[in-house]
């Protein structure tokens, strides 16, 4: 199990992301519009100045049930080590257990 520091701060980025998340995608469509080097920096100084926290490549994927950060599938929302206690366990319907 995660701490739950770890979660709440997860939940925290989460909010700062959704927060400033059309203020960072105007300025990438601004950036892009715009020739010359000289234009951008000031549109990169804008997209910086969200906090860092906001970033979404900040934000982990995590365990449903644990909280878990790493080895975290997508498709089942669930670590490798919950998710194959439920595979064997025949929690998971269409799932095919391997075991060597």
């Known amino acids: 199990m995660a701490r739950k520091s770890l979660i709440?701060?997860?939940?925290?980025?989460?909010?700062?992301?959704q927060k400033y998340h059309l203020i960072r995608r105007s300025s990438k469509k601004e950036i892009s519009k715009i020739p010359s080097l000289s234009y951008k920096s000031e549109?990169?100084?804008?997209?910086?100045?969200?906090?860092?926290?906001?970033?979404?490549?900040?934000?982990?994927?995590?365990?449903?049930?644990?909280?878990?950060?790493?080895?975290?599938?997508?498709?089942?929302?669930l670590s490798g080590y919950i998710l194959r206690e439920m595979f064997h366990a025949c929690l998971?319907?269409?799932?095919?257990?391997?075991?060597w």
């Open 43 to 77: 549109f990169y100084r804008k997209l910086q100045s969200p906090p860092r926290n906001s970033a979404p490549t900040r934000l982990h994927r995590r365990c449903f049930s644990t909280g878990r950060a790493r080895a975290h599938y997508r498709d089942f929302g």
């Open 8 to 17: 709440q701060r997860e939940k925290k980025r989460q909010q700062l992301e």
């Open 92 to 99: 998971l319907p269409g799932a095919t257990r391997s075991s």
